[in-house]
């Protein structure tokens, strides 16, 4: 399954509906992107970011590089949080007339990394634009700490 910025689809055509129909048997929603509202508004906020760096291009300041960071820092933090709070939802808040029911089994997917649920691995890892975020904290990081050994290396 992959987690666009904008919808849910599966690797090929049918992942997404097989996902669906395994889960119902244990009780568990049905993944529709229409039924998730971060999946409307998320565009905005790649928006509000990628036009924070542009800003930050025009107007190079040590400031705003480090505005750059407080908002990748933010948003990825209440973007793991609503995520986890949206796992811990799907996974724990099951059907209680479902098919197949485990007593004090729990669905959570995990936020990152694998974990086993009965005979099934779900794994879960940042694709390219989560990757191209981090990399994007890590080069603002890096022109902080530049800009800082620069302005030491001036003074002395």
């Known amino acids: 399954m992959?987690?666009?910025?904008?919808?849910?689809?599966g690797a090929t055509p049918y992942d997404l509906k097989n996902i669906n129909l395994l889960n119902h048997y244990i009780g568990m929603q049905e993944i529709i992107s229409e039924s998730i509202p971060e999946l409307l508004f998320?565009?905005?906020?790649?928006?509000?970011?990628?036009?924070?760096?542009l800003v930050t291009e025009l107007y190079p300041k040590v400031g705003m590089a480090a505005l750059g960071i407080i908002n990748l820092?933010?948003?990825?933090?209440?973007?793991?949080?609503?995520f986890w709070r949206w796992e811990y939802n799907y996974g724990h808040n099951l059907n209680p007339d479902a098919p197949i029911i485990i007593e004090?089994?729990?669905?959570q997917p995990p936020l990152l990394g694998c974990k086993v649920m009965l005979n099934i691995t779900a794994c879960s890892y940042p694709s390219y634009g989560g990757m191209i975020l981090g990399l994007s904290l890590v080069v603002l990081v890096y022109i902080l700490w530049d800009e800082n050994r620069r302005k030491k290396s001036n003074v002395v």
């Open 42 to 53: 998320m565009p905005y906020v790649l928006a509000y970011l990628i036009f924070g760096a």
């Open 73 to 82: 820092v933010i948003v990825g933090i209440v973007g793991l949080f609503d």
């Open 2 to 9: 992959h987690i666009w910025i904008n919808q849910i689809t």
């Open 104 to 107: 004090g089994m729990a669905y």
